[in-house]
Protein backbone atom coordinates (compact mmCIF):
# COMPACT_ATOMS: atom_id res chain seq x y z
CA UNK A 1 0.00 0.00 0.00
CA UNK A 2 1.27 3.07 -0.93
CA UNK A 3 2.54 5.82 2.17
CA UNK A 4 -0.51 8.37 1.57
CA UNK A 5 -3.27 6.02 1.23
CA UNK A 6 -1.29 4.02 4.62
CA UNK A 7 -1.63 7.97 6.33
CA UNK A 8 -5.21 8.29 4.98
CA UNK A 9 -6.52 4.65 6.09
CA UNK A 10 -5.11 5.52 9.96
CA UNK A 11 -6.71 8.77 9.90
CA UNK A 12 -10.12 7.95 8.72
CA UNK A 13 -9.79 4.83 11.14
CA UNK A 14 -9.24 7.57 14.08
CA UNK A 15 -12.32 10.29 12.65
CA UNK A 16 -14.31 6.63 12.65
CA UNK A 17 -13.53 6.26 16.56
CA UNK A 18 -13.68 10.21 17.18
CA UNK A 19 -16.99 10.01 15.78
CA UNK A 20 -17.91 6.89 17.65
CA UNK A 21 -16.99 8.39 20.81
CA UNK A 22 -18.93 11.56 20.30
CA UNK A 23 -22.13 10.08 19.43
CA UNK A 24 -22.34 7.10 21.47
CA UNK A 25 -19.28 7.49 24.08
CA UNK A 26 -21.37 4.63 26.33
CA UNK A 27 -21.74 2.02 23.93
CA UNK A 28 -18.21 1.95 22.72
CA UNK A 29 -16.17 2.17 26.40
CA UNK A 30 -19.09 -0.93 27.05
CA UNK A 31 -17.96 -2.64 23.99
CA UNK A 32 -14.46 -2.09 24.24
CA UNK A 33 -14.86 -4.04 28.50
CA UNK A 34 -16.48 -6.41 26.62
CA UNK A 35 -14.03 -7.19 24.25
CA UNK A 36 -11.41 -7.28 26.64
CA UNK A 37 -13.43 -9.52 29.00
CA UNK A 38 -14.13 -11.92 26.45
CA UNK A 39 -10.54 -12.28 25.45
CA UNK A 40 -9.45 -12.85 29.27
CA UNK A 41 -12.22 -15.05 29.93
CA UNK A 42 -11.33 -17.71 26.52
CA UNK A 43 -7.73 -17.75 27.67
CA UNK A 44 -8.39 -18.48 31.40
CA UNK A 45 -10.36 -21.54 29.87
CA UNK A 46 -7.56 -23.90 29.17
CA UNK A 47 -6.01 -23.32 32.52
CA UNK A 48 -8.67 -23.99 34.27
CA UNK A 49 -9.06 -27.03 32.54
CA UNK A 50 -5.66 -28.12 32.82
CA UNK A 51 -6.20 -27.69 36.08
CA UNK A 52 -9.47 -29.53 36.69
CA UNK A 53 -7.57 -32.44 35.28
CA UNK A 54 -4.66 -32.36 36.75
CA UNK A 55 -6.77 -32.27 40.44
CA UNK A 56 -9.15 -35.10 39.51
CA UNK A 57 -5.78 -36.83 38.45
CA UNK A 58 -4.28 -36.24 41.80
CA UNK A 59 -3.72 -39.83 43.33
CA UNK A 60 -3.61 -38.69 46.75
CA UNK A 61 -7.69 -37.91 46.65
CA UNK A 62 -9.03 -34.65 44.86
CA UNK A 63 -9.04 -31.61 46.54
CA UNK A 64 -12.96 -30.59 46.41
CA UNK A 65 -12.93 -27.53 47.24
CA UNK A 66 -9.85 -26.34 44.53
CA UNK A 67 -12.28 -28.36 42.20
CA UNK A 68 -15.39 -26.94 42.98
CA UNK A 69 -13.88 -23.78 42.18
CA UNK A 70 -12.50 -24.34 39.29
CA UNK A 71 -15.67 -25.86 37.54
CA UNK A 72 -17.32 -22.78 39.06
CA UNK A 73 -14.86 -20.39 37.14
CA UNK A 74 -15.16 -22.38 34.29
CA UNK A 75 -18.88 -22.38 34.07
CA UNK A 76 -18.23 -18.58 34.44
CA UNK A 77 -15.88 -18.67 31.68
CA UNK A 78 -18.37 -20.68 29.25
CA UNK A 79 -21.75 -18.63 30.33
CA UNK A 80 -20.47 -15.12 30.47
CA UNK A 81 -19.55 -14.33 26.58
CA UNK A 82 -23.01 -15.82 25.99
CA UNK A 83 -24.70 -12.87 28.23
CA UNK A 84 -22.60 -10.38 27.06
CA UNK A 85 -23.34 -11.40 23.66
CA UNK A 86 -26.83 -10.10 24.45
CA UNK A 87 -26.26 -7.21 25.96
CA UNK A 88 -23.98 -5.80 23.40
CA UNK A 89 -26.58 -6.59 20.88
CA UNK A 90 -29.34 -4.80 22.70
CA UNK A 91 -27.36 -2.03 23.44
CA UNK A 92 -26.28 -1.97 19.53
CA UNK A 93 -29.63 -1.96 18.46
CA UNK A 94 -30.57 0.93 20.35
CA UNK A 95 -27.09 2.76 19.37
CA UNK A 96 -27.10 2.02 15.91
CA UNK A 97 -30.21 3.94 15.32
CA UNK A 98 -28.52 6.91 17.29
CA UNK A 99 -25.31 6.56 15.93
CA UNK A 100 -26.61 6.15 12.22
CA UNK A 101 -28.60 9.91 12.10
CA UNK A 102 -25.91 10.90 14.27
CA UNK A 103 -23.70 10.55 11.09
CA UNK A 104 -26.58 11.26 8.48
CA UNK A 105 -26.78 14.82 10.06
CA UNK A 106 -22.62 15.16 10.19
CA UNK A 107 -23.18 14.80 6.48
CA UNK A 108 -25.98 17.12 5.83
CA UNK A 109 -24.16 19.67 7.72
CA UNK A 110 -20.98 19.17 5.60
CA UNK A 111 -23.13 18.98 2.43
CA UNK A 112 -24.36 22.53 3.68
CA UNK A 113 -21.51 24.05 3.12
CA UNK A 114 -19.83 22.13 0.15
CA UNK A 115 -19.02 25.29 -2.55
CA UNK A 116 -22.08 25.11 -4.95
CA UNK A 117 -20.17 25.09 -8.00
CA UNK A 118 -18.17 22.21 -6.95
CA UNK A 119 -21.69 20.70 -7.50
CA UNK A 120 -21.02 21.58 -10.47
CA UNK A 121 -18.27 18.93 -10.70
CA UNK A 122 -19.02 14.92 -11.71
CA UNK A 123 -16.64 13.90 -9.36
CA UNK A 124 -17.38 15.89 -6.30
CA UNK A 125 -20.97 14.93 -7.18
CA UNK A 126 -19.85 11.23 -6.92
CA UNK A 127 -17.94 11.53 -3.75
CA UNK A 128 -21.27 12.85 -2.53
CA UNK A 129 -23.39 9.85 -3.88
CA UNK A 130 -20.91 6.92 -2.73
CA UNK A 131 -20.53 8.76 0.75
CA UNK A 132 -24.74 8.82 0.84
CA UNK A 133 -24.32 5.05 -0.20
CA UNK A 134 -21.81 3.99 2.80
CA UNK A 135 -23.58 5.44 5.84
CA UNK A 136 -27.14 4.32 4.09
CA UNK A 137 -26.95 0.96 2.72
CA UNK A 138 -23.66 0.56 4.55
CA UNK A 139 -23.50 1.65 8.09
CA UNK A 140 -20.14 1.76 7.78
CA UNK A 141 -18.65 3.19 10.90
CA UNK A 142 -20.92 0.69 12.48
CA UNK A 143 -19.33 -2.07 11.23
CA UNK A 144 -16.02 -0.85 10.91
CA UNK A 145 -16.17 -0.51 14.54
CA UNK A 146 -17.71 -3.88 15.97
CA UNK A 147 -15.05 -5.15 13.44
CA UNK A 148 -12.12 -3.34 15.49
CA UNK A 149 -13.43 -4.56 18.57
CA UNK A 150 -13.70 -8.54 17.50
CA UNK A 151 -10.51 -8.02 15.51
CA UNK A 152 -8.70 -6.97 18.78
CA UNK A 153 -10.29 -9.65 20.66
CA UNK A 154 -9.56 -12.25 18.29
CA UNK A 155 -5.68 -10.89 18.28
CA UNK A 156 -5.95 -10.83 22.37
CA UNK A 157 -7.12 -14.69 22.31
CA UNK A 158 -5.00 -16.03 19.52
CA UNK A 159 -1.74 -14.46 21.32
CA UNK A 160 -2.38 -15.00 24.76
CA UNK A 161 -3.88 -18.91 23.62
CA UNK A 162 -0.40 -19.28 22.36
CA UNK A 163 1.08 -17.95 25.46
CA UNK A 164 -1.06 -20.83 27.34
CA UNK A 165 0.85 -23.51 25.37
CA UNK A 166 3.80 -22.20 26.04
CA UNK A 167 3.22 -22.45 29.56
CA UNK A 168 3.32 -25.74 29.32
CA UNK A 169 6.15 -25.91 26.73
CA UNK A 170 8.44 -24.43 24.57
CA UNK A 171 8.07 -26.70 22.17
CA UNK A 172 4.28 -26.35 21.20
CA UNK A 173 4.70 -22.56 20.33
CA UNK A 174 6.27 -22.79 16.92
CA UNK A 175 3.28 -25.24 15.38
CA UNK A 176 1.24 -22.70 17.46
CA UNK A 177 2.62 -19.65 15.87
CA UNK A 178 3.25 -21.40 12.46
CA UNK A 179 -0.83 -22.53 12.24
CA UNK A 180 -1.37 -18.65 12.69
CA UNK A 181 0.38 -17.21 9.71
CA UNK A 182 -1.19 -18.97 6.60
CA UNK A 183 -4.73 -18.16 7.22
CA UNK A 184 -3.89 -14.00 8.35
CA UNK A 185 -1.99 -14.26 4.98
CA UNK A 186 -3.98 -16.01 2.73
CA UNK A 187 -7.33 -13.47 3.95
CA UNK A 188 -4.90 -10.09 3.77
CA UNK A 189 -4.00 -11.12 0.15
CA UNK A 190 -7.44 -12.34 -0.69
CA UNK A 191 -9.30 -8.62 0.80
CA UNK A 192 -6.28 -6.55 -0.91
CA UNK A 193 -7.27 -8.21 -4.26
CA UNK A 194 -11.07 -7.80 -3.83
CA UNK A 195 -10.38 -4.19 -2.89
CA UNK A 196 -8.38 -3.19 -5.70
CA UNK A 197 -10.37 -4.55 -7.83
CA UNK A 198 -13.77 -2.83 -6.48
CA UNK A 199 -11.57 0.39 -6.30
CA UNK A 200 -11.16 -0.34 -10.46
CA UNK A 201 -14.99 -1.23 -10.91
CA UNK A 202 -15.84 2.21 -9.41
CA UNK A 203 -16.99 3.87 -12.73
CA UNK A 204 -18.71 1.18 -14.30
CA UNK A 205 -20.67 0.42 -11.03
CA UNK A 206 -22.11 4.24 -11.46
CA UNK A 207 -22.98 3.70 -14.37
CA UNK A 208 -24.58 0.00 -13.62
CA UNK A 209 -26.18 2.26 -10.61
CA UNK A 210 -27.25 4.95 -12.91
CA UNK A 211 -28.78 2.66 -15.38
CA UNK A 212 -30.84 1.17 -12.91
CA UNK A 213 -32.13 4.17 -11.87
CA UNK A 214 -33.56 5.02 -15.35
CA UNK A 215 -35.19 1.48 -14.94
CA UNK A 216 -37.02 3.06 -11.99
CA UNK A 217 -37.22 6.67 -12.76
CA UNK A 218 -40.99 7.89 -13.50
CA UNK A 219 -39.67 10.46 -16.34
CA UNK A 220 -37.34 8.02 -18.03
CA UNK A 221 -39.83 4.89 -17.33
CA UNK A 222 -42.42 6.60 -19.99
CA UNK A 223 -39.99 7.77 -22.17
CA UNK A 224 -38.48 4.41 -22.47
CA UNK A 225 -42.08 3.11 -23.14
CA UNK A 226 -42.79 5.32 -26.23
CA UNK A 227 -39.59 5.64 -27.72
CA UNK A 228 -38.93 1.82 -27.24
CA UNK A 229 -35.23 1.60 -26.11
CA UNK A 230 -35.32 -0.16 -23.15
CA UNK A 231 -33.69 -3.07 -24.66
CA UNK A 232 -30.98 -0.65 -25.79
CA UNK A 233 -30.40 0.74 -21.86
CA UNK A 234 -30.95 -3.20 -20.91
CA UNK A 235 -27.99 -4.59 -22.52
CA UNK A 236 -25.71 -1.64 -21.71
CA UNK A 237 -26.71 -2.84 -18.35
CA UNK A 238 -25.85 -6.55 -18.66
CA UNK A 239 -22.64 -5.58 -20.50
CA UNK A 240 -21.60 -3.50 -17.63
CA UNK A 241 -23.08 -5.89 -15.17
CA UNK A 242 -21.01 -8.87 -16.73
CA UNK A 243 -18.06 -7.08 -16.75
CA UNK A 244 -18.07 -6.66 -13.02
CA UNK A 245 -18.97 -10.29 -12.06
CA UNK A 246 -16.37 -11.35 -14.73
CA UNK A 247 -13.51 -9.53 -12.94
CA UNK A 248 -14.71 -10.64 -9.07
CA UNK A 249 -15.28 -14.23 -10.40
CA UNK A 250 -11.87 -14.18 -10.98
CA UNK A 251 -10.35 -12.33 -7.73
CA UNK A 252 -12.91 -14.99 -5.54
CA UNK A 253 -11.34 -17.95 -7.67
CA UNK A 254 -7.73 -16.71 -6.76
CA UNK A 255 -8.97 -16.57 -3.16
CA UNK A 256 -10.66 -20.48 -3.31
CA UNK A 257 -7.48 -21.74 -4.59
CA UNK A 258 -5.23 -19.78 -1.82
CA UNK A 259 -8.00 -20.67 0.81
CA UNK A 260 -7.85 -24.31 0.13
CA UNK A 261 -4.13 -24.54 0.76
CA UNK A 262 -4.59 -22.52 3.58
CA UNK A 263 -6.91 -24.95 5.19
CA UNK A 264 -4.40 -27.97 4.13
CA UNK A 265 -1.33 -26.09 5.99
CA UNK A 266 -3.55 -24.89 8.91
CA UNK A 267 -4.96 -28.74 9.60
CA UNK A 268 -1.32 -30.08 8.93
CA UNK A 269 -0.32 -27.73 11.59
CA UNK A 270 -3.43 -28.57 14.13
CA UNK A 271 -2.60 -32.20 13.80
CA UNK A 272 1.11 -31.89 13.97
CA UNK A 273 0.36 -29.71 16.91
CA UNK A 274 -1.35 -32.47 18.83
CA UNK A 275 1.02 -34.89 17.75
CA UNK A 276 3.51 -32.89 19.79
CA UNK A 277 1.40 -32.47 22.13
CA UNK A 278 0.77 -36.07 22.74
CA UNK A 279 4.51 -37.16 22.54
CA UNK A 280 4.96 -34.67 25.24
CA UNK A 281 2.50 -36.01 27.37
CA UNK A 282 3.73 -39.50 26.66
CA UNK A 283 7.58 -38.66 26.94
CA UNK A 284 6.10 -36.91 30.50
CA UNK A 285 6.95 -33.63 29.61
CA UNK A 286 3.56 -32.51 29.99
CA UNK A 287 0.97 -33.46 32.43
CA UNK A 288 -2.42 -35.25 31.31
CA UNK A 289 -4.43 -32.45 32.41
CA UNK A 290 -2.26 -30.01 30.16
CA UNK A 291 -2.37 -32.02 27.24
CA UNK A 292 -6.29 -31.90 27.84
CA UNK A 293 -5.89 -27.69 28.14
CA UNK A 294 -3.12 -28.09 24.79
CA UNK A 295 -6.48 -30.02 22.92
CA UNK A 296 -8.98 -27.48 23.71
CA UNK A 297 -6.48 -24.62 23.68
CA UNK A 298 -5.72 -25.40 19.88
CA UNK A 299 -9.61 -25.61 19.26
CA UNK A 300 -9.50 -22.11 20.42
CA UNK A 301 -6.85 -20.90 18.46
CA UNK A 302 -8.47 -22.76 15.56
CA UNK A 303 -11.70 -20.97 15.85
CA UNK A 304 -10.41 -17.62 16.70
CA UNK A 305 -7.84 -17.66 13.64
CA UNK A 306 -10.58 -18.30 11.53
CA UNK A 307 -12.55 -15.46 13.30
CA UNK A 308 -9.51 -13.25 13.03
CA UNK A 309 -9.75 -13.83 9.29
CA UNK A 310 -13.12 -13.27 8.53
CA UNK A 311 -13.02 -9.83 10.81
CA UNK A 312 -9.98 -8.75 8.54
CA UNK A 313 -11.96 -9.38 5.75
CA UNK A 314 -14.95 -7.50 6.70
CA UNK A 315 -13.07 -4.79 7.99
CA UNK A 316 -11.00 -4.34 5.02
CA UNK A 317 -14.67 -4.48 3.48
CA UNK A 318 -16.39 -1.93 5.76
CA UNK A 319 -12.88 0.41 5.11
CA UNK A 320 -13.72 1.08 1.61
CA UNK A 321 -16.78 2.30 2.32
CA UNK A 322 -15.42 4.51 5.55
CA UNK A 323 -12.76 5.97 2.45
CA UNK A 324 -16.09 6.98 0.97
CA UNK A 325 -18.13 8.40 3.78
CA UNK A 326 -14.75 10.87 4.72
CA UNK A 327 -13.69 11.39 1.40
CA UNK A 328 -16.53 13.40 1.51
CA UNK A 329 -16.05 15.48 3.88
CA UNK A 330 -12.51 16.95 1.76
CA UNK A 331 -14.56 18.49 -0.71
CA UNK A 332 -13.70 21.98 -0.45
CA UNK A 333 -16.40 24.54 1.48
CA UNK A 334 -17.17 27.85 0.99
CA UNK A 335 -15.40 30.29 2.76
CA UNK A 336 -17.01 32.77 4.23
CA UNK A 337 -16.69 36.30 4.74
CA UNK A 338 -16.20 38.00 7.67
CA UNK A 339 -18.59 41.71 7.08
CA UNK A 340 -21.82 41.50 7.66
CA UNK A 341 -23.84 43.37 4.29
CA UNK A 342 -25.24 46.39 4.55
CA UNK A 343 -28.31 46.03 1.95
CA UNK A 344 -27.67 48.01 -1.22
CA UNK A 345 -29.23 51.60 -1.64
CA UNK A 346 -27.45 52.29 -4.90
CA UNK A 347 -25.91 49.83 -7.60
CA UNK A 348 -24.82 46.49 -8.11
CA UNK A 349 -21.50 46.83 -10.14
CA UNK A 350 -19.89 43.50 -12.14
CA UNK A 351 -16.22 44.86 -13.04
CA UNK A 352 -14.07 42.51 -15.75
CA UNK A 353 -16.17 39.31 -14.00
CA UNK A 354 -14.29 35.95 -15.33
CA UNK A 355 -16.10 32.13 -14.74
CA UNK A 356 -14.65 28.79 -15.71
CA UNK A 357 -16.35 25.70 -14.56
CA UNK A 358 -14.62 23.02 -13.18
CA UNK A 359 -12.69 20.87 -15.85
CA UNK A 360 -13.81 23.19 -18.79
CA UNK A 361 -11.83 24.53 -21.12
CA UNK A 362 -13.12 27.93 -21.95
CA UNK A 363 -14.03 31.02 -20.10
CA UNK A 364 -18.45 30.58 -19.74
CA UNK A 365 -18.52 34.41 -18.56
CA UNK A 366 -15.35 36.02 -20.31
CA UNK A 367 -14.58 39.13 -18.83
CA UNK A 368 -18.59 40.58 -18.30
CA UNK A 369 -19.01 44.40 -17.06
CA UNK A 370 -22.55 45.79 -15.56
CA UNK A 371 -24.44 48.22 -13.84
CA UNK A 372 -27.58 46.94 -12.03
CA UNK A 373 -29.06 50.20 -10.31
CA UNK A 374 -31.62 49.57 -7.08
CA UNK A 375 -35.38 49.47 -8.19
CA UNK A 376 -33.99 48.77 -11.69
CA UNK A 377 -36.17 45.74 -13.74
CA UNK A 378 -33.42 44.20 -16.18
CA UNK A 379 -33.61 41.37 -18.06
CA UNK A 380 -30.85 39.45 -19.75
CA UNK A 381 -31.56 37.90 -22.76
CA UNK A 382 -29.18 35.75 -24.97
CA UNK A 383 -28.86 32.41 -27.31
CA UNK A 384 -28.29 29.20 -25.32
CA UNK A 385 -24.92 28.90 -23.62
CA UNK A 386 -24.02 32.58 -23.78
CA UNK A 387 -23.43 32.66 -20.17
CA UNK A 388 -27.04 34.20 -18.45
CA UNK A 389 -27.16 31.34 -15.97
CA UNK A 390 -23.89 31.32 -14.90
CA UNK A 391 -23.69 35.35 -14.58
CA UNK A 392 -26.93 35.18 -12.32
CA UNK A 393 -25.28 32.34 -10.22
CA UNK A 394 -21.79 34.65 -10.07
CA UNK A 395 -24.48 37.92 -9.09
CA UNK A 396 -25.79 36.44 -6.39
CA UNK A 397 -22.42 34.75 -4.76
CA UNK A 398 -23.37 31.43 -5.72
CA UNK A 399 -19.91 30.58 -7.59
CA UNK A 400 -16.98 32.79 -6.89
CA UNK A 401 -16.33 34.95 -10.02
CA UNK A 402 -12.43 33.29 -11.45
CA UNK A 403 -11.55 36.86 -11.69
CA UNK A 404 -13.11 40.36 -11.53
CA UNK A 405 -15.34 41.94 -8.98
CA UNK A 406 -18.97 41.73 -7.89
CA UNK A 407 -19.52 44.40 -5.25
CA UNK A 408 -22.99 45.41 -4.17
CA UNK A 409 -22.28 49.72 -3.33
CA UNK A 410 -18.72 48.04 -2.96
CA UNK A 411 -19.20 45.56 -0.51
CA UNK A 412 -17.54 43.05 -2.54
CA UNK A 413 -19.54 39.33 -2.38
CA UNK A 414 -16.30 37.21 -1.74
CA UNK A 415 -15.76 38.99 1.61
CA UNK A 416 -19.56 38.90 2.94
CA UNK A 417 -21.15 36.52 5.34
CA UNK A 418 -22.94 34.48 3.33
CA UNK A 419 -26.12 34.53 5.31
CA UNK A 420 -26.38 37.74 5.77
CA UNK A 421 -26.06 38.71 2.02
CA UNK A 422 -28.56 35.76 0.81
CA UNK A 423 -31.14 37.25 3.56
CA UNK A 424 -32.07 40.00 0.89
CA UNK A 425 -31.98 37.66 -2.38
CA UNK A 426 -34.55 35.56 -3.70
CA UNK A 427 -33.69 33.45 -6.72
CA UNK A 428 -35.73 31.08 -8.77
CA UNK A 429 -33.28 29.19 -10.38
CA UNK A 430 -34.15 26.67 -14.56
CA UNK A 431 -33.63 23.92 -12.34
CA UNK A 432 -36.18 24.06 -9.19
CA UNK A 433 -37.45 21.66 -7.23
CA UNK A 434 -41.13 19.68 -7.25
CA UNK A 435 -41.61 19.40 -3.48
CA UNK A 436 -43.77 16.36 -2.57
CA UNK A 437 -44.67 19.17 0.22
CA UNK A 438 -48.61 20.81 0.13
CA UNK A 439 -49.06 24.11 -1.77
CA UNK A 440 -48.70 26.04 1.22
CA UNK A 441 -45.45 24.39 1.81
CA UNK A 442 -43.88 24.70 -1.85
CA UNK A 443 -44.70 28.54 -1.93
CA UNK A 444 -43.77 29.78 1.98
CA UNK A 445 -41.09 27.48 2.42
CA UNK A 446 -38.70 30.44 1.08
CA UNK A 447 -39.01 32.35 4.29
CA UNK A 448 -40.12 30.47 6.68
CA UNK A 449 -40.77 34.33 8.95
CA UNK A 450 -44.14 34.46 7.12
CA UNK A 451 -45.11 30.73 7.11
CA UNK A 452 -48.20 31.62 9.17
CA UNK A 453 -48.82 34.70 7.63
CA UNK A 454 -52.02 33.78 5.55
CA UNK A 455 -52.34 37.67 4.09
CA UNK A 456 -48.97 37.16 2.13
CA UNK A 457 -49.35 33.67 0.82
CA UNK A 458 -52.83 35.02 -0.26
CA UNK A 459 -51.65 38.47 -2.30
CA UNK A 460 -48.75 35.60 -3.91
CA UNK A 461 -51.72 33.12 -5.23
CA UNK A 462 -53.46 36.27 -6.48
CA UNK A 463 -50.61 37.46 -8.68
CA UNK A 464 -49.89 34.46 -9.64
CA UNK A 465 -53.21 33.81 -10.94
CA UNK A 466 -53.08 30.17 -9.19
CA UNK A 467 -55.96 30.57 -7.31
CA UNK A 468 -57.65 28.32 -9.91
CA UNK A 469 -55.44 25.52 -8.98
CA UNK A 470 -55.70 26.11 -5.55
CA UNK A 471 -59.56 25.54 -5.74
CA UNK A 472 -58.93 22.57 -8.41
CA UNK A 473 -56.80 20.54 -6.49
CA UNK A 474 -59.30 21.39 -3.25
CA UNK A 475 -56.87 24.04 -1.49
CA UNK A 476 -53.23 24.64 -0.04
CA UNK A 477 -52.87 22.07 2.08
CA UNK A 478 -53.14 19.25 -0.28
CA UNK A 479 -49.83 17.30 -0.73
CA UNK A 480 -48.05 17.85 -4.31
CA UNK A 481 -45.96 14.79 -6.42
CA UNK A 482 -47.32 11.46 -7.14
CA UNK A 483 -44.35 9.72 -5.21
CA UNK A 484 -46.96 10.00 -1.77
CA UNK A 485 -49.71 9.69 -3.42
CA UNK A 486 -50.44 13.43 -3.68
CA UNK A 487 -51.71 15.87 -6.78
CA UNK A 488 -49.35 16.01 -9.67
CA UNK A 489 -49.25 19.53 -11.77
CA UNK A 490 -48.66 20.27 -15.31
CA UNK A 491 -44.88 21.92 -15.72
CA UNK A 492 -46.10 24.89 -16.25
CA UNK A 493 -48.64 24.74 -12.95
CA UNK A 494 -45.22 23.87 -11.18
CA UNK A 495 -43.26 26.83 -12.90
CA UNK A 496 -46.25 29.07 -11.38
CA UNK A 497 -45.47 27.66 -8.00
CA UNK A 498 -41.65 28.42 -8.42
CA UNK A 499 -42.21 32.14 -9.11
CA UNK A 500 -44.90 32.24 -5.92
CA UNK A 501 -42.34 30.79 -3.92
CA UNK A 502 -39.76 33.50 -5.13
CA UNK A 503 -42.06 36.18 -4.54
CA UNK A 504 -43.42 35.18 -1.25
CA UNK A 505 -39.77 35.40 -0.05
CA UNK A 506 -39.27 39.13 1.84
CA UNK A 507 -35.89 39.62 -0.71
CA UNK A 508 -34.62 43.71 -2.46
CA UNK A 509 -33.29 41.71 -5.47
CA UNK A 510 -35.21 38.71 -7.49
CA UNK A 511 -34.03 36.77 -9.83
CA UNK A 512 -35.71 34.60 -11.90
CA UNK A 513 -33.96 32.79 -14.75
CA UNK A 514 -36.02 31.42 -17.04
CA UNK A 515 -39.03 30.47 -14.57
CA UNK A 516 -41.59 30.18 -17.38
CA UNK A 517 -39.79 28.68 -19.99
CA UNK A 518 -42.91 25.76 -19.85
CA UNK A 519 -45.57 28.40 -20.44
CA UNK A 520 -46.20 29.81 -24.26
CA UNK A 521 -44.81 33.17 -25.21
CA UNK A 522 -48.20 34.77 -24.62
CA UNK A 523 -49.09 33.00 -21.42
CA UNK A 524 -45.46 34.01 -20.22
CA UNK A 525 -45.63 37.63 -21.13
CA UNK A 526 -48.47 37.66 -18.84
CA UNK A 527 -47.33 36.07 -15.70
CA UNK A 528 -43.94 38.08 -16.12
CA UNK A 529 -45.84 41.42 -16.80
CA UNK A 530 -47.65 40.89 -13.22
CA UNK A 531 -44.84 40.14 -11.37
CA UNK A 532 -42.94 43.08 -12.62
CA UNK A 533 -46.31 44.74 -11.30
CA UNK A 534 -46.16 43.30 -8.22
CA UNK A 535 -42.50 43.83 -7.26
CA UNK A 536 -42.50 47.50 -7.89
CA UNK A 537 -39.81 48.66 -5.73
CA UNK A 538 -37.94 45.72 -5.63
CA UNK A 539 -34.49 45.58 -8.12
CA UNK A 540 -35.40 42.20 -10.38
CA UNK A 541 -33.19 40.64 -13.12
CA UNK A 542 -35.06 37.92 -15.63
CA UNK A 543 -33.01 35.71 -17.22
CA UNK A 544 -34.82 34.06 -20.75
CA UNK A 545 -34.10 33.39 -24.17
CA UNK A 546 -37.52 34.74 -25.20
CA UNK A 547 -37.62 38.86 -25.78
CA UNK A 548 -40.96 39.19 -25.27
CA UNK A 549 -41.03 40.37 -21.60
CA UNK A 550 -38.05 43.16 -22.37
CA UNK A 551 -40.48 46.15 -23.50
CA UNK A 552 -41.50 46.22 -19.69
CA UNK A 553 -37.76 46.08 -18.81
CA UNK A 554 -36.04 49.29 -17.39
CA UNK A 555 -32.69 48.11 -18.86
CA UNK A 556 -32.12 44.89 -21.01
CA UNK A 557 -28.98 43.30 -21.23
CA UNK A 558 -27.46 40.60 -24.45
CA UNK A 559 -25.33 38.24 -23.57
CA UNK A 560 -23.05 36.12 -26.23
CA UNK A 561 -20.17 33.88 -25.75
CA UNK A 562 -19.61 35.01 -22.14
CA UNK A 563 -19.75 38.91 -22.44
CA UNK A 564 -22.41 41.75 -22.50
CA UNK A 565 -22.72 42.72 -25.99
CA UNK A 566 -25.13 45.03 -25.89
CA UNK A 567 -27.15 46.97 -22.95
CA UNK A 568 -29.80 49.71 -23.29
CA UNK A 569 -33.77 49.84 -23.57
CA UNK A 570 -35.97 48.15 -26.14
CA UNK A 571 -35.97 51.24 -27.93
CA UNK A 572 -32.17 52.03 -27.89
CA UNK A 573 -31.93 48.41 -28.82
CA UNK A 574 -33.54 48.47 -31.63
CA UNK A 575 -32.69 51.45 -33.16
CA UNK A 576 -29.34 50.03 -32.56
CA UNK A 577 -30.15 47.35 -34.88
CA UNK A 578 -27.38 44.85 -33.74
CA UNK A 579 -27.95 40.98 -31.61
CA UNK A 580 -30.89 42.33 -29.51
CA UNK A 581 -33.07 43.61 -32.74
CA UNK A 582 -31.83 40.53 -35.09
CA UNK A 583 -33.32 38.42 -32.03
CA UNK A 584 -36.57 40.44 -31.63
CA UNK A 585 -37.07 39.97 -35.37
CA UNK A 586 -36.67 36.14 -35.51
CA UNK A 587 -39.38 36.48 -32.55
CA UNK A 588 -41.62 39.21 -33.62
CA UNK A 589 -44.06 36.28 -35.06
CA UNK A 590 -45.17 35.09 -31.62
CA UNK A 591 -46.23 38.48 -29.73
P1 LIG B 1 -27.23 29.99 -20.76
O1 LIG B 1 -27.88 30.18 -19.43
O2 LIG B 1 -27.10 31.25 -21.51
O3 LIG B 1 -27.89 28.93 -21.58
P2 LIG B 1 -25.05 28.88 -19.25
O4 LIG B 1 -24.67 29.95 -18.31
O5 LIG B 1 -25.88 27.78 -18.72
O6 LIG B 1 -25.73 29.52 -20.54
O7 LIG B 1 -23.73 28.24 -19.87
C1 LIG B 1 -22.65 29.02 -20.35
C2 LIG B 1 -21.54 28.09 -20.80
O8 LIG B 1 -21.06 27.34 -19.72
C3 LIG B 1 -21.98 27.10 -21.87
O9 LIG B 1 -20.95 26.98 -22.81
C4 LIG B 1 -22.17 25.82 -21.11
O10 LIG B 1 -21.88 24.71 -21.93
C5 LIG B 1 -21.14 25.94 -19.99
N1 LIG B 1 -21.59 25.25 -18.80
C6 LIG B 1 -22.76 25.43 -18.15
N2 LIG B 1 -22.82 24.63 -17.06
C7 LIG B 1 -21.66 23.94 -17.01
C8 LIG B 1 -21.10 22.95 -16.14
N3 LIG B 1 -21.75 22.52 -15.08
N4 LIG B 1 -19.88 22.47 -16.41
C9 LIG B 1 -19.18 22.91 -17.48
N5 LIG B 1 -19.65 23.83 -18.35
C10 LIG B 1 -20.87 24.34 -18.14
Known amino acids: MEQRQKFKMIRYIGYCFRDILRFTPLMFLGKLAVSLVEGVLAVWQPILIADICELA ?56 KVRLEALEDSQILDTFQKADAAYSDEMAGSKMLSNVFMITEATLICISTV ?83 RDM ?40 GQFAACLSAFAILQSELMRLGNKIGDFANSYHFVEEYYDFFQTETETDGEKEYQPFEKEIQLRD ?54 CYDGQNVDDLRKNSFYRDISLVPQDFVHYNFTLRENISISDLKYMGDEKRLENVVDTMDIKELVQSIGGLDIQLGREFGGRELSGGEWQKVAIARGLFRDSKLIILDEPTSALDPLMEYDILTKFLGLIQGKTSVIISHRVGICRSADKIVVMKEGRVVECGTHEQLQQAGGEYSRIWQEQAKWY
Open 163 to 245: FVVGRFSVWLIPGAVVGCIPHLVVTLLSEKRRATVYRTQSGIRRRMQYLWVQFCKKESVKEMRSMGFGRYLKKLWVEANVKTM
Open 57 to 112: ADLNGINRIDFNRNIFFLCLCIGLPALSSIITRGTTIYNDCKKESCYGWNMFEHAQ
Open 353 to 406: VHFRYCGSEKDALNGVNLNINKGEHVVIVGVNGSGKTTLSKVLTGSYRASSGTV
Open 249 to 288: QEVELRALKLSSLDAIIKNACYAANIAIALFLMLQEKIAV
